[in-house]
């Protein structure tokens, strides 16, 4: 990339990494930033842009379909996909969006990108043919937590996500969303100096060096070396005292009865996290919804085998699919006969048995918990 790249130019740099080769946004942004020689307001604009225009690319597509008659080159589509975004959502004036768009496309498709521009910043759109178009999610995606938490929490949890996500940093430096750090606290709540949590799904180590920051003694594995070595580094950097296993939870290498508590922060769907993952909500589809339930019932059953009598075992979910919820929660009880440890405090909804924040109730991550009374 030359020198001295325009923040929309790199940003369309980004955006074909992530339309062409399936770049995971956050990645190929940081590294492409990190490259760059922007100053942090340009790199701010360039993170919103991309980040803005891979979650609205359905509402994008839709409103520059109105007014495309042919294909158009796939370079195109994404010059004039980032123009919309900044015309319809970005709050940039059209007629800087679009004289700084159409500058930045290659000479064959200025004409075009201008035209179709102009025309969009002139007709506003009013009426959109679905929400799951207007608030660009598929439309499975839209059915499924319509049908998982009702209509009203759907819409308003489609919308808090299409925000950019808050940056949240914990007393001692580490940025961490406030949902994830509740449910750390809940996991250590009550426990005493000396107690033992393990938390089985550890990476990047959020929740574990919270919960190793006070006076339990805390272990941490996850599945991926590669991962275990995030947690490494971050328990590092804070100071903190966390012995680290890899392995797999399913089989995990430890005594039966082994802890007081373990927390199962299972790998799950993600649909809490879709603002702090903008390109996630294209990714994810039902069937690994599936494949990932039948872990984290694994998870969970070979969790409650570590567990000594008297403690507790938590399973927490940045998703709130029904499937991976309350309905996982209910066949693990039934198959292993455990208690719900019962309701939570405040500001969590009742979810069943357990609880749920959604992204709209503190501006967060949406999480779901259930903790389980081990005999
Ligand atoms: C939701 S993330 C954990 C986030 C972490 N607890 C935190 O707060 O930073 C889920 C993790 O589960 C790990 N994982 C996936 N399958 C696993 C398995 N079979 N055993 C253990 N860890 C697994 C993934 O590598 C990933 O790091």
Redesign the pocket.
């Known amino acids: 990339m030359a020198e001295g790249a325009s923040p929309r130019r790199i940003a369309v740099k980004v955006l074909e990494r992530i339309e062409n080769d399936g770049a995971f946004a956050n990645l190929v942004l940081n590294a492409t930033l990190e490259k760059s020689k922007l100053d942090s307001r340009d790199r701010a604009f360039v993170t919103e842009m991309v980040y803005g225009t891979t979650r609205m690319r359905r509402a994008c597509d839709y409103t520059l379909d109105r007014f495309l008659h042919d294909e158009i080159e796939p370079l195109a589509r994404i010059i004039l996909r980032l123009g919309v975004w900044q015309i319809i959502f970005g709050g940039v004036p059209a007629h800087a969006a679009v004289s700084a768009t159409v500058e930045i496309a290659p000479r064959r498709f200025r004409g075009l990108c201008n035209a179709v521009l102009r025309r969009i910043s002139e007709n506003p759109l009013t009426d959109w043919p679905s929400e799951a178009i207007e608030l660009s999610y598929p439309d499975w995606l839209m059915v499924q937590l319509e049908s998982d938490i009702g209509k009203q929490n759907a819409l308003e949890m489609a919308k808090t996500m299409n925000e950019p996500a808050l940056a949240v940093t914990r007393k001692d430096g580490y940025h961490q969303d406030l949902s994830?750090q509740m449910v750390?606290e809940l996991a250590i709540n009550g426990m005493r100096a000396g107690d033992s949590i393990l938390?089985?799904?550890?990476?990047?180590?959020?929740?574990?060096t919270l919960m190793a920051s006070g006076e339990v003694w805390t272990v941490a594995?996850?599945?991926?070396e590669s991962?275990i070595g995030l947690v490494a580094n971050n328990a590092e950097q804070l100071n903190i005292d966390l012995p680290l296993v890899v392995?797999?939870?399913?089989y995990p290498p430890f005594k039966p009865k082994a802890f007081n508590r373990v927390l199962v922060?299972?790998?799950?769907s993600g649909l809490g996290v879709l603002r702090r993952r903008a390109d996630a909500r294209w990714r994810i589809t039902k069937e690994e919804i599936e494949r990932l339930v039948l872990?984290q019932e694994e998870?969970l059953l070979a969790a409650l085998n570590l567990v000594a009598p008297g403690g507790q075992l938590i399973y927490s979910v940045?998703t709130v699919t029904s499937a991976e919820t309350i309905e996982l929660d209910e066949r693990f009880r039934k198959k292993t006969g455990v208690q719900s440890c019962g309701p939570l405090p405040d500001p969590w909804r009742v979810h069943g048995e357990g609880g749920m924040i959604l992204p709209q109730d503190l501006n967060s991550e949406g999480m779901a918990i259930f903790r389980y009374q081990v005999e």
């Open positions: 994830s750390a938390d089985l799904c550890s990476a990047p180590g959020g929740k574990a594995t996850d599945i991926r991962r392995s797999d939870g399913c922060d299972a790998p799950c872990l998870l940045c």
